[in-house]
């Protein structure tokens, strides 16, 4: 039986219908009616969420674990109809869509088993000296403790695992701070599904009310109420540059400023060296192409750049790549918005005097052909626009004469979450030089791989320096994540009657 979505939002407990509606816009299958956010519905879910906040705060461990648990299990009751309806709304494939629904559920379970084993708090306890001269010392105990409610922003192209349920709110639910979701108005219909299973697990382990608040898009201002409401203490968004920004201004305005975690993208350079490409230039041609195509090349961490030694093993790297990507067939983006930006992106490429394509593609509508071009590294320096990410499919290669031009290639990037160096061991010197470099310029800097894939583990950082994201020192993905929701605190000299819960360890 098809899943037929109600449409409305979810307010502290309640569905809430809205004064309007907008219909959404499926790759394929029928369009459904969703109630339109309003600032006086985001006013009402942190007002929830902030009542919410000291009774969640206050509950164990074990059982905000068994929430995320809950959570987890929720989701997957409801996996054929997350899938139906998230195959209609993205047009991706349905082992896509399982494969994130799985990360997502799998996200949950992760943070209850971190937050089980407690390092996360990072306490610390220095014992008084009460005989200390000249003056004595006082007993300190230091505590990781909540934030408060936090805003998320669902993203475009995760509807699963960056979305309603995905690393931010499960980071944030684990850390013990109540979460209130403007939801995407792409996936509509899988953000509603994942906003049930949620309810259900707090129905199901006694959570409060206000610790889960779903408002649908399709109003900008529902997002500047959201980052503006005084109650919300910070912010994870996954999304464009521009949008990032914006919101991140609006937080840094308020009369009290609050952190804003924006995950903004990046063009991910791949640096292949001059042995590497002379032992392996097809090979890594074929994965580069492979790892810029897949899920039409809509990832965040999608390569878009290749920077290679110019010569007879560059035509070979190249002409691997081309070949590969002649056999890459259209593919259905996302969004109406995110295709229309591709192709003019596209457009814009191809009109640079500072390039000369490779290989073309004529895709139109919500379809999206891969397109290569290259350049050296002179114009790619001189045109500062040529190092700005396009959406989608499309690859530059800049051809360079020397390692010197390969290190100042690495220096003129602006911030990325990541960035590759395909290197053998004749390499090594070039690599040692460029290492350094890439690592003040991403987060994560990979050997001999390809950037797609990005695993949810302790160890993790997806982020950068800006314009990848907002704040350096965080990550979205990992267990590391639940940092950018805590707060450090110093008890000092807490009698024994106060010391309960995580402050007795």
Not at 426 to 450: F, S
């Amino acid at each position: 039986m098809a899943f037929t979505p109600h449409g409305k939002h979810l307010v502290g407990g309640e569905w809430v219908a809205g004064d309007s509606t907008f219909k959404s816009s499926p790759a394929h299958g029928p369009a459904h009616d969703y109630a339109v956010g309003s600032p006086e519905l985001v006013t009402r879910a942190c007002i929830a969420a902030d009542a919410a906040f000291e009774p969640y705060a206050a509950k164990s461990r074990e059982e905000r674990a068994a929430f995320l648990e809950a959570i987890a299990d929720e989701i997957e009751a409801r996996a054929a109809e997350i899938t139906e309806i998230g195959t209609q709304e993205t047009g991706l494939p349905e082992a896509r869509l399982n494969g994130e629904r799985g990360r997502t559920s799998g996200q949950m379970r992760l943070f209850a088993d971190h937050i089980r084993k407690g390092a996360y708090l990072d306490r610390r306890t220095d014992k008084a000296l009460p005989d200390r001269q000249p003056a004595p010392r006082p007993e300190i105990r230091m505590i990781q403790m909540p934030i408060g409610p936090v805003a998320v922003f669902g993203a475009s192209n995760f509807p699963l695992a960056f979305s309603t349920a995905g690393g931010d709110t499960a980071a944030a639910l684990a850390a013990g701070c109540p979460v209130v979701v403007k939801g995407h108005s792409a996936h509509p219909g899988t953000g509603e599904i994942v906003a049930e299973a949620i309810a259900a697990a707090i129905e199901k382990t006694g959570m409060p009310k206000g610790v889960f608040s779903l408002i649908q898009g399709g109003n900008r201002k529902v997002g500047e109420a959201l980052v503006t409401d005084p109650r919300i203490k910070a912010v994870g968004f996954t999304g464009s540059l521009a949008g990032g920004r914006a919101l991140f201004d609006l937080c840094a305005a308020r009369p009290e400023p609050i952190p804003f975690f924006g995950e903004l993208g990046s063009v991910n350079p791949m640096f292949v060296l001059p042995a590497a490409a002379a032992a392996r230039g097809e090979e890594i041609g074929k994965g580069w192409a492979g790892s810029l195509t897949m899920g039409a090349g809509q990832f965040c961490t999608n390569p878009g750049i290749a920077v290679v030694a110019a010569g007879p093993d560059a035509d070979r790297f190249v002409n691997a790549a081309k070949a590969a990507l002649a056999e890459v067939a259209p593919q259905t983006m996302l969004t109406d918005g995110i295709a229309k930006a591709y192709h003019d992106g596209n457009e814009r490429m191809a009109h640079s005097n500072a390039v000369t394509p490779v290989f073309t593609s004529d895709s139109k509508g919500r379809e999206a052909s891969p397109n290569l071009y290259e350049t050296n590294a002179d114009a790619f320096l001189a045109e500062h626009n040529l190092a700005e990410e396009v959406f989608g499919p499309l690859g530059l290669v800049v051809r360079v004469n020397s390692p010197d031009d390969m290190e100042r290639v690495a220096r003129g990037f602006q911030g990325q979450l990541t960035a590759t160096l395909q290197t053998d061991p004749a390499d090594a010197d070039l690599a040692r030089r460029l290492l350094p470099v890439l690592a003040e310029k991403a987060g994560r800097v990979l050997a001999n791989g390809y950037p797609t894939g990005v695993e949810v583990v302790d160890s993790m950082v997806h982020g950068g320096p800006y314009p990848a994201s907002t704040n350096f020192g965080a990550t979205s993905v990992g267990t590391l994540s639940i940092r950018r929701f805590l707060r450090p605190v110093a008890f000092q000299n807490l009698p024994d009657y106060l010391l309960e819960g995580d402050l007795l360890a």
